[in-house]
T-cell receptor, first 107, second 116 residues
Framework: KNEVEQSPQNLTAQEGEFITINCSYS?????LHWLQQHPGGGIVSLFM???GKKKHGRLIATINIQEKHSSLHITASHPRDSAVYIC?????????FGTGTSLTVIP | EPEVTQTPSHQVTQMGQEVILRCVPI?????FYWYRQILGQKVEFLVS????????KSEIFDDQFSVERPDGSNFTLKIRSTKLEDSAMYFC??????????????FGNGTRLTVT
């Protein structure tokens, strides 16, 4: 059973396109994290949110607690955005991870 | 900017051997975590550690595994009697706060463990 589901699993976009990655979860959470995993394997935390919306540069993350759903948006996508994006939720002091969305942005 | 450092970056060991993976969390962080990612699979939580003791652990974290904070800076994961299926990337992370407190996670670059 997967506590966290992400869609799509793979995404290819042209440079400049607006991108949306979705995350649904089935457990009660105290926080949701969006992470970026680079091709070399390193993981970087992009956002941590428990309500509403956060914006950092071209990245926007939203969460709807009632619907147990979060989205990560990338505006004006660029080839350097190519990575795996992972949704992770904190529930009762444990983290549950989605399987990730592999994004490729083509110049 | 301070970062979490992990050593070694790659460890090769023979089945049945013990390995110790090392992590130096960010100095003012209080919560420490180990995760693993088997090649091609999702990241999995192993254990969280606070105030010199385990605060949460997953089903994966059985008696084969142990964690320790031997001094004020290092946080180690020991795997006794390694198995082939322990081959994975192991990530250490730290945060200022944890549990029900919301605090960003800071990840190390990982140690790739290969068991032959």
């Amino acid at each position: 059973k997967n506590e966290v589901e992400q869609s799509p699993q793979n995404l290819t976009a042209q440079e400049g396109e607006f991108i949306t990655i979705n995350c649904s979860y089935s457990v009660g959470i105290s926080a949701l994290h969006w992470l970026q995993q680079h091709p070399g394997g390193g993981i970087v935390s992009l956002f941590m949110l428990s309500s509403g919306k956060k914006k950092h540069g071209r990245l926007i993350a939203t969460i709807n607690i009632q619907e147990k759903h979060s989205s990560l948006h990338i505006t004006a996508s660029h080839p350097r955005d190519s990575a795996v994006y992972i949704c992770a939720v904190l529930s009762l002091s444990q983290f549950y991870f989605g399987t990730g969305t592999s994004l490729t942005v083509i110049p | 900017e301070p970062e979490v450092t992990q050593t070694p970056s790659h460890q090769v060991t023979q089945m049945g051997q013990e390995v110790i993976l090392r992590c130096v969390p960010i100095s003012n962080h209080l919560y420490f975590y180990w995760y693993r990612q088997i090649l091609g699979q999702k990241v999995e939580f192993l254990v969280s550690f606070y105030n010199n003791e385990i605060s949460e652990k997953s089903e994966i974290f059985d008696d084969q595994f142990s964690v320790e904070r031997p001094d004020g800076s290092n946080f180690t994961l020991k795997i006794r009697s390694t198995k082939l299926e322990d081959s994975a990337m192991y990530f250490c992370a730290s945060s200022v706060q944890g549990g029900t407190y919301n605090s960003p996670l800071h990840f190390g670059n990982g140690t790739r463990l290969t068991v032959t």
